[in-house]
């Protein structure tokens, strides 16, 4: 198993408005937005010289079957076509079968059994983040159809372990995991009655949450949760961007 496998190691926005949603982002976060030169069109968000994320506009078929603007996690495998039949096998989806990208990897759009998307991705090269810097993703969290089915999918794909849990009363237990560091890099809980589906949601950090909102609201950007301190002392907002895509920011002060 190679160093990276498991682990989350690259973000997809899929909007309806590429140049828009690069502007916002820009703005919002600190990214850098650079043109691949990809057809089709595909822009790379950057930190200083850290690739973090890319946005693409929604593809025909992802269209026509109504698909939403959304965020997409990438996570590392061994063999894409290998995770893919263990996908399907427990009772998940495939989206997009094993398509290869020259010079970049090989990859294959899929759902967990309640329908959250994400990808499965060999890199054609190792991916290295600063984690927890500002502009990278700092927390990814399953809003799960059911959470234990979900953590059985999960941590017997990935090998992902558990790190803790913190019982929300009414809202149920929210459970943190590991994908192979000691430290939790994500959670997961069922999600809430209004959710409309099961989906990832992922964090990116700010330095100074106060300033993020005021950037992200005079953006265009709809505040949907927050702002609120969760366990560990850091602080939290979600949101929806002006294309419709949910995202949420987090920082270690206000």
Known sequence: MSVSSGKFIWYDLMTTDMKAASDFYSKVIGWQAMDSGMTPPYTVLSMGSSMVAGIMGVPSEA????????????????DVDASVE???????????????????????????PHGAVFVVFKPSSEMPAAAG??????????HAGDLEPAWEFYSSLFGWTKSGEVDMGPMGVYRMFSTGDEMPVGGMMTKMPESPHPMWLYYFTVNGLDAAIERAGS????LLV??????GGQWIAQYLDPQGAMFAIVSDAR
């Open 63 to 78: 269209a026509a079957s109504g698909a939403p603007p959304s965020w997409t996690g990438h996570i590392s495998v061994d």
């Open 86 to 112: 263990k996908i399907t096998a427990a009772g998940g989806s495939v989206h997009r079968p094993p398509t290869d990208i020259p010079g970049v990897g090989r990859f294959s759009v899929v759902a967990d």
């Open 133 to 142: 810097a500002p502009g990278q993703i700092g927390w990814r969290e399953l």
């Open 219 to 222: 953006a265009g950007g709809k």
């Open 226 to 231: 927050g702002p609120h301190e969760v366990p």
